[in-house]
Every structure is written in structure tokens, then in C-alpha cells.
């Protein structure tokens, strides 16, 4: 696994699609570097991109604040179908059936139902597709890919949310992670392969 930093307090890893970022990532992490990890924030299984994972139980007590007081920035990459308005501030309420593992954008407030928001700007404009840059306001679960295919824009290879199209796990990644920590502001970047040459 690639680790980006680590010190005494933290290790920032890209975590590959296809690893349990709660149970895979820590049980490697473990075995590469030593120690206890403990995980703060998540990303979907079949998403990959840059995490950080707490060393000690103070560390994670400390990222988990900034990620509750909004001081923790996540920042994703994403390749939608279509062509989206060149920015967007994405305010929904949304629904998860957990039988299936699937999340609905829903109209009004009710038992189990979360406010989402991200906003979002566009970079580059593709032939058929566009790859934009996301800031994640809130934390919900399929958030960004409900959030887009409700409004059309499926994420390629998005096949649980409409994408019809060939490619086999959603084009999403976690891109930029920026936080506070032990009275410095750390902020960490990557770019998947089908985002190279871009500006973030």
C-alpha cells in the first residue's frame, strides 16, 4: 500500500478499491508498518483514494473532532456521465435502505432520513463524459454518487446508481485530504490515473 506520511500520530495511505477501508486498510497497514491503526473516516470498497488512519487513541479522538466541528476537508475526484453545470451546490435529503445497500434521495424529513451537501466544480469537459472536483460537506453513506445520479449525472462505472457503461467500479476517488493536527494544518493530494495532468 502506498503510504503518503506517517509519524507517531498518524499514517496517510491511498487506500486501493476492493479493501474494507474499516477492517482491510488497518489489518495492512499493521502489517507493513507496526502497530495499532485506528480509522476515523471511510470510503466506500470499491472506492479508492487518500485516507489518514489515527496511531493512538488521542490522535483519533482529535481527527474525529475536526471531522464533527467541519475542520476536516475532503476533497474527490469524479468522471460523471454527462454534462453537469460548470459548478453546483448539491443540498439533498437522503434515505439509505440498508436491505439493499442502496440509498434514495427523498423529499421530506423523516425516520432515518440525513441532510447531504457538496459542491462541486467541473474541470475538464470530455466527449461524452466530465470530470469534476467534489467537496463533501457532510459524510453520508453513497452521498456523492446518489447525489450526482439523482440529477442524471451517474458516476462511470457506477452501474448501482444508472451508469450503463463497461467499466467496473465507480470513477471516484479521494484526492485531497486536509486536516488539523497537533496545532498544524496537514494536507495531503493524489490524482488516480484517469485524472493525471489535472489541477486541483
Known amino acids: ?21 474499516e477492517k482491510d486498510v488497518p489489518q495492512a497497514l499493521k502489517a507493513q508498518l507496526g502497530g495499532e491503526f485506528f480509522t476515523v473516516h471511510r470510503l466506500d470498497r470499491n472506492v ?3 485516507m489518514v488512519y489515527a496511531r493512538s487513541s488521542p490522535s483519533a479522538a482529535e481527527l474525529s473532532r475536526s471531522i464533527q466541528n467541519g475542520a476536516f476537508l475532503k476533497e474527490y475526484l469524479a468522471l460523471v456521465h454527462g454534462k453537469p453545470e460548470e459548478t453546483g451546490d448539491l443540498q439533498d435529503l437522503l434515505w439509505k435502505d440498508s436491505a439493499k445497500n442502496k440509498v434514495f434521495v427523498v ?29 463533501l460537506y457532510t459524510g453520508r453513506s453513497h452521498q456523492i454518487r446518489v447525489q450526482f445520479a ?20 465507480p470513477m471516484l476517488f479521494s484526492s ?6 497537533g496545532g498544524q ?3 495531503f493530494t493524489a490524482l488516480p490515473e ?6 486541483i
Open 48 to 50: 479508492s483514494g487518500v
Open 150 to 169: 439523482s440529477r442524471g449525472f451517474p458516476l462511470v462505472g457506477d452501474h448501482k446508481y444508472g451508469a450503463r457503461d463497461d467499466v467496473s467500479a
Open 107 to 135: 423529499k421530506s424529513q423523516r425516520k432515518g432520513v440525513k441532510s447531504a451537501r457538496l459542491t462541486y466544480r467541473v474541470l475538464e469537459y470530455r466527449e461524452k463524459d466530465t470530470l469534476v472536483l467534489i467537496r
Open 1 to 21: 500500500m502506498e503510504i503518503l506520511y506517517q509519524d507517531a500520530r498518524v499514517a496517510v495511505c491511498i487506500k486501493p478499491t476492493g479493501l474494507d477501508s
Open 194 to 199: 484517469w485524472a493525471e495532468g489535472v489541477t
Open 176 to 181: 485531497r485530504i486536509t486536516f488539523p493536527l
Open 185 to 187: 494544518i496537514r494536507s
